[in-house]
């Protein structure tokens, strides 16, 4: 069985003035839960409708009205859970976060702080084939989200939507254990695909339905490896929190700079001072929003509206039964089942979707072929035009055909090509457009040998050279192809050529 971790990734080392440095990150992942409505409220979460027009009177914080729990939100955080190989609370609770800001009608968030319903877990961040690392998931909680203030539609005025206030959002805190910013991209995109195959979040991040808080600090070499042995953070640096980051590039960008600003002010002789941190990407650097200082005092307390959370194991368990395959035991098995290596099972698993359609590709034919027409030729012509998978104008079974008609030798793989691109433009099915625009291959040795006999005839000065320096007998071979229209069998056609040359 193929082991995807025997190689653990090498931290980033940053070369300063007074010596190397290393990288220490942690994430906040925020993923809005996939579900119609609201986590307290019946509302619904469609995105881009009306402002204003998807608000309940509880999202409104209108007096006297109470939240209510919304049980397919909780299923979603345990079934996220079990998919981060997560500890399950059977008790949980929910707690007021308190602060005042307007598109936040209740003055407070509902949160858990105190007792979240996923504890500890872990991902399997790959870099390369066989190097990953397990990043340790600290806790996920259930919260709201705040709606959107709007400052830039009139000159005078700020305006709010409360669409998005009160859909549910998993928290998913990871520890420390990431090492780079390349690490921290990857972790998210894991993150990402697999909430994704559990069908949990959307993952969109264009709409925010997947934003991280990315915690960074620096060490010098070894600390690390001390907070590791004794879990004490006192060996790691001060940390800075970059908020609100929905961009795999600017996640990347942001670590670099803020690495490189730290060590800066550690050389120099300063302190880190514990901030929040925000990412210009014009500017490419991070700025402070406020200090550990001006921190909010939260006063966090239990929601006296909420009983706490108590869900049984016969529950969850049934959830698990549930679970998908999931995209490390799905790549594994690819490898295996199909023989392909560890990259192209990475790239063929990378969504459900495009998992599916290349299984329905390679059932019955050659699994290594199969995976080579779906990744090089229809995911670079899909790329080219930006299209996904799902949006695909050759079928799974029509791509099969095209494998089957190279598999039975009825045509080439350079004709199979030009097949491709008439069913990709017009849909129109591989064996009917072989049939009717005759791009059978010629396996009739009749016909290429006469194709043959005529090449030889018409190039007797080729002949000679070809009789002392048998590797000119490619050139023959072209030669004969082209007469065709590509369209011989090309085995034959090597043969034939040795044998009338004598080679
Ligand atoms: P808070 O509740 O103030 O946000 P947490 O202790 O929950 O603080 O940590 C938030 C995030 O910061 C976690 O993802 C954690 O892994 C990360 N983190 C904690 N300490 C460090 C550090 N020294 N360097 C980088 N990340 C850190
Ligand atoms: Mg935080």
């Known amino acids: 069985m193929l082991d995807l971790t025997y190689e653990t990734p090498k931290p980033k080392v940053i070369a300063g003035a007074t010596g190397d440095w290393e990288l220490v990150i942690g994430l906040e992942v925020h993923a809005q839960v996939a579900s119609k409505a609201k986590l307290f409220s019946g509302a619904s979460t469609q995105f881009?409708?009306?402002p204003n027009s998807n608000v309940a009177f509880v999202d409104a914080a209108m007096p006297g009205m109470l939240p209510v729990i919304n049980e397919f939100c909780v299923a979603q955080a345990v079934r996220t859970g079990l998919g981060l190989q997560a500890e399950i609370n059977l008790v949980s609770a929910f707690d007021r976060k308190n602060y005042f800001y307007p598109d936040l009608p209740q003055?407070?968030?509902?949160?858990?702080?105190?007792?979240?319903?996923?504890?500890?877990?872990?991902?399997?961040?790959?870099?390369a084939p066989g190097v990953a690392r397990k990043v340790r998931i600290e806790r996920i909680h259930l919260e709201q989200d705040a709606g959107k203030s709007i400052h830039d539609m009139d000159p005078h005025m700020s305006f709010v939507d409360l669409n998005r206030t009160g859909v549910a959002l998993m928290e998913i805190v990871s520890r420390p254990d990431i090492r780079g910013p390349e690490e921290a991209a990857a972790?998210?995109?894991?993150?990402?695909?697999?909430?994704?195959?559990l069908g949990t979040c959307d993952g969109n991040m264009q709409n925010g339905n997947l934003r991280a808080d990315v915690n960074?600090?620096?060490?010098?070499p070894g600390d690390y490896e001390?907070?590791?042995?004794?879990?004490?953070?006192?060996?790691?640096?001060?940390?800075?929190?970059?908020?609100?980051?929905?961009?795999?590039?600017?996640?990347?960008?942001?670590?670099?700079?803020?690495?490189?600003?730290?060590?800066a002010i550690l050389e120099d002789g300063g302190a880190i001072d514990q901030e929040t941190r925000l990412y210009d990407p014009d500017k490419g650097e991070t700025r402070s929003m406020r200090s550990k200082e001006e921190a909010h005092d939260y006063r966090y307390f239990p929601c006296p509206d909420l009983l706490p959370l108590e869900i049984e194991q016969a529950w969850v368990d049934d959830i698990e039964a549930s679970l998908p395959e999931l995209p490390d035991a799905k790549l594994v098995r690819f490898v295996a089942d199909y023989g392909m290596t560890e990259y192209d099972a990475g790239v063929l698993t990378a969504d459900v979707e495009s998992a599916a359609y290349f299984e329905e590709v390679a059932r019955g034919r050659d699994g290594k072929l199969a995976a080579n027409w779906v990744i090089n030729e229809l995911f670079g012509r899909l790329k080219?035009?930006?299209?996904?998978?799902?949006?695909?104008?050759?079928?799974a079974a029509q791509l099969g055909q095209i494998i089957d008609l190279i598999s039975a030798d009825t045509i080439s793989g350079k004709i199979a090509k030009d097949v491709f691109e008439i069913t990709y433009t017009t849909g129109r099915d591989p064996e009917e457009v072989v049939e009717n625009e005759g791009m059978k291959q010629v396996t009739d040795t009749g016909a290429i040998e006469a194709a043959v006999d005529q090449v030889i005839a018409d190039n007797p000065a080729q002949v000679e050279k070809a009789k002392e320096n048998p590797k000119l007998a490619g050139w023959f071979v072209g030669q004969v192809m082209?007469?065709?229209?590509?369209?011989?069998?090309?085995?034959?056609?090597?043969?034939?050529?040795?044998q009338k040359l004598g080679l």
Not at 187 to 197: D, E, G, S, T
Not at 216 to 220: E, I, M, N
């Open 48 to 50: 881009g409708a009306e």
């Open 107 to 127: 003055g407070y968030q509902i949160s858990q702080l105190y007792h979240p319903i996923v504890g500890e877990g872990e991902v399997l961040v790959s870099m």
């Open 187 to 197: 972790y998210v995109v894991k993150l990402r695909q697999i909430l994704r195959y």
């Open 216 to 220: 960074v600090s620096v060490c010098r």
């Open 226 to 263: 001390k907070y590791q042995e004794t879990q004490d953070f006192s060996h790691l640096g001060t940390r800075c929190e970059i908020k609100n980051m929905n961009s795999m590039r600017f996640i990347q960008q942001a670590i670099e700079y803020e690495a490189r600003r730290q060590i």
């Open 384 to 395: 080219k035009e930006d299209h996904d998978i799902t949006e695909s104008p050759v079928t």
């Open 482 to 498: 082209k007469a065709t229209g590509g369209k011989a069998n090309p085995k034959a056609v090597n043969q034939l050529v040795a």
